[in-house]
Structures are given as structure tokens and as C-alpha cells.
């Protein structure tokens, strides 16, 4: 509760900068998570530029926008992390994909031209419940090899390359 009642003083006061040396560091698991959700819902809202200070990397990008990483003594730069959502950049392209792909199988019902959304159309007239089937199943392979040559690869780079490859 102090540690609620603590940023609560803090940010009453409208601060352009908010330092945060460890604030969570003495609660539960579960306590933590919720500050941390709360935190950033409060960034969110407020714009607060927030110096957030922890000895724990995983909070430290789930949280920030971006993160260094100290040497030991003496106490030097030794990596700056990414911006926290950089991982997220395929998830985005992914869902872009899928609303791009989802409008031109729509597209295609409303012309009068050929393609898969129109095949769509035309077997659920004729009930042809096979002509249906064998279009959703090109769909569904070519969705499949999309993310299997574009998306997966993306992600993969991105973990890697910034050392999340187990997150």
C-alpha cells in the first residue's frame, strides 16, 4: 500500500520527470504486476518521462521504451536494449497482413472479377460445399506460407538479434 500511496504523492504533483529507484522491488509477484500495468497506464495517460531503476532486465523491457544495461563497478553503459514494442513489430505487421488480406478476399465477393473470394461466392451459391473447402484450404496454406517466409523469420531476427530469443 505505501508503495501505491508513494506514486500516487508523486504524481500529484505533475512531474515532467519521475525517478524510480526500485519501487517495486520489496512486493509479491502479483503486486508487482499490477503496479507495473498501472504504471504504464498512467505513462500512457500522462506522458511522464519515467527513469525507472531495476535489477530486473525482463521488467525492465516489458515496461520501458527502451533500457540500459550498467557494468559492474565501475558503473558504465554496456548495452542499450530496444525499444520495449520492437519485438511487437511483427505481431503488428502480422495483424496489418491479415486485415489487408481479410479486405481483398472481400474485394473480390463484391467484383465481378475471379479470384479466391469470389470462388468463396460462387460455391456458397451453388452449394458446393467441396469448391468452398478447397478455396478456404488455398487460403488457409497461403496464410500459412506467409508467416512461415515472412513473419516467423521476422520475429526470429528480432529476438535474436536483441536477445529475447526465449521470451
Known amino acids: 500500500m505505501r508503495q501505491r500511496v508513494a506514486l500516487a504523492r508523486a504524481l ?6 519521475l525517478l524510480m529507484d526500485e519501487p517495486f522491488g520489496a512486493l509479491d509477484a502479483q503486486t508487482r ?5 498501472e504504471l504504464e497506464r498512467i505513462w500512457q495517460a500522462t506522458g511522464t518521462t519515467i527513469v525507472y531503476v531495476t535489477h530486473n532486465v525482463s521488467e525492465a523491457v516489458l515496461i520501458g521504451t527502451e533500457a540500459v544495461i550498467f557494468t559492474a563497478r565501475p558503473g558504465r553503459i554496456r548495452r542499450v536494449l530496444l525499444p520495449a514494442a520492437l519485438p511487437e513489430i511483427a505481431g503488428g505487421m502480422r495483424i496489418g497482413w491479415t486485415f489487408a488480406w481479410r479486405a481483398l478476399m472481400a474485394g473480390e465477393l463484391l467484383s465481378p472479377g475471379g479470384g479466391l473470394g469470389r470462388l468463396l461466392q460462387q460455391g456458397r ?3 458446393d460445399i467441396a469448391e468452398i473447402l ?6 488457409i496454406a ?3 506460407a506467409v508467416e ?5 523469420p521476422v520475429d526470429r531476427h528480432l529476438r535474436k538479434k536483441w536477445g529475447l530469443a526465449g521470451t
Open 12 to 17: 500529484a504533483v505533475r512531474p515532467r520527470v
Open 33 to 37: 504486476e499490477i503496479l507495473l500495468v
Open 125 to 127: 451459391e451453388r452449394g
Open 134 to 139: 478447397a478455396a478456404m484450404l488455398v487460403i
Open 142 to 144: 497461403m496464410g500459412i
Open 148 to 152: 512461415m517466409a515472412v513473419f516467423s
